[in-house]
């Protein structure tokens, strides 16, 4: 079955620590997302690629990375420098290229820094 | 003001009523149009596209006004199964294609 697979789905850190979370995708799509969302609020664009080799800061790229190094992967790094980085994180995934199609999400990955 | 903007409730109705959300967006050059649903700790799932035409699906009516520069979601017969929180998701473009949520309408359907 075509899809996105983010891990883990539930992630402890202390504070001053860096953390990775894994998104992978199988629908063979050029451009993928990370978003973040608060309690009681909408997502908001981290980070985005449109393609291999290439992305862009989103709307609160700051204390965030991320590296599209294989059309299949788009991990995303929470820095120590993210001031408050408790959050439900998710990736997505579309076509890409000049359609505005359907965004694909994974389960999300909750990060709670201790 | 925000680029995407909902009323986040939540709309207290009983099951069998019919209840609309509506969400507005800022830029003029926006070009794609989506409402989707989160149920609770769970991700956005696509609920349907908003077409200039407009849509129905079932139950489900979407409206999109350019001139206005809002879109709109009416839920017909509401079942105690649609109580979720609905995301207006607008597309725009800056070289790339960008969608860009609204903070989402709460719904609650009571017995």
């Given at each position: 079955?075509?899809?996105?697979?983010q891990?883990?789905?539930?992630?402890f850190?202390?504070?001053?620590q860096?953390v990775?979370?894994?998104c992978?995708q199988?629908l063979?799509?050029d451009?993928?997302?990370?978003?973040r969302?608060?309690?009681?609020?909408?997502?908001?664009?981290i980070?985005?690629?449109?393609?291999?080799?290439?992305f862009?800061?989103?709307?609160?790229?700051?204390?965030y990375?991320?590296?599209?190094?294989?059309?299949e992967?788009?991990p995303l790094?929470?820095t120590?420098?993210?001031k408050?980085?408790?959050a439900?994180y998710?990736?997505?995934?579309?076509i890409?290229?000049?359609?505005?199609?359907?965004?694909f999400?994974?389960e999300g990955?909750?990060?709670?820094?201790? | 003001?925000?680029?995407v903007?909902?009323?986040?409730?939540p709309?207290n109705?009983?099951?069998?009523?019919?209840?609309?959300?509506?969400?507005?967006?800022?830029?003029?050059?926006?070009q794609?149009?989506?409402?989707?649903?989160?149920?609770?700790r769970?991700?956005?799932?696509?609920?349907m596209?908003?077409?200039?035409?407009g849509?129905?699906d079932?139950?489900?009516?979407?409206?999109l006004n350019?001139a206005?520069?809002?879109?709109?979601?009416l839920i017909?017969?509401?079942k105690?199964s649609?109580s979720?929180t609905?995301?207006?998701?607008?597309g725009?473009?800056?070289?790339?294609?960008i969608?860009?949520?609204g903070?989402?309408?709460?719904?609650i359907?009571?017995?």
């Amino acid at each position: 079955d075509g899809g996105i697979t983010q891990s883990p789905k539930y992630l402890f850190r202390k504070e001053g620590q860096n953390v990775t979370l894994s998104c992978e995708q199988n629908l063979n799509h050029d451009a993928m997302y990370w978003y973040r969302q608060d309690p009681g609020q909408g997502l908001r664009l981290i980070y985005y690629s449109q393609i291999v080799n290439d992305f862009q800061k989103g709307d609160i790229a700051e204390g965030y990375s991320v590296s599209r190094e294989k059309k299949e992967s788009f991990p995303l790094t929470v820095t120590s420098a993210q001031k408050n980085p408790t959050a439900f994180y998710l990736c997505a995934s579309s076509i890409g290229g000049t359609r505005t199609g359907e965004l694909f999400f994974g389960e999300g990955s909750r990060l709670t820094v201790l | 003001r925000k680029e995407v903007e909902q009323d986040p409730g939540p709309f207290n109705v009983p099951e069998g009523a019919t209840v609309a959300f509506n969400c507005t967006y800022s830029n003029s050059a926006s070009q794609s149009f989506f409402w989707y649903r989160q149920d609770c700790r769970k991700e956005p799932k696509l609920l349907m596209s908003v077409y200039s035409s407009g849509n129905e699906d079932g139950r489900f009516t979407a409206q999109l006004n350019r001139a206005s520069q809002y879109i709109s979601l009416l839920i017909r017969d509401s079942k105690l199964s649609d109580s979720a929180t609905y995301l207006c998701v607008v597309g725009r473009r800056g070289g790339s294609y960008i969608p860009t949520f609204g903070r989402g309408t709460s719904l609650i359907v009571h017995p």
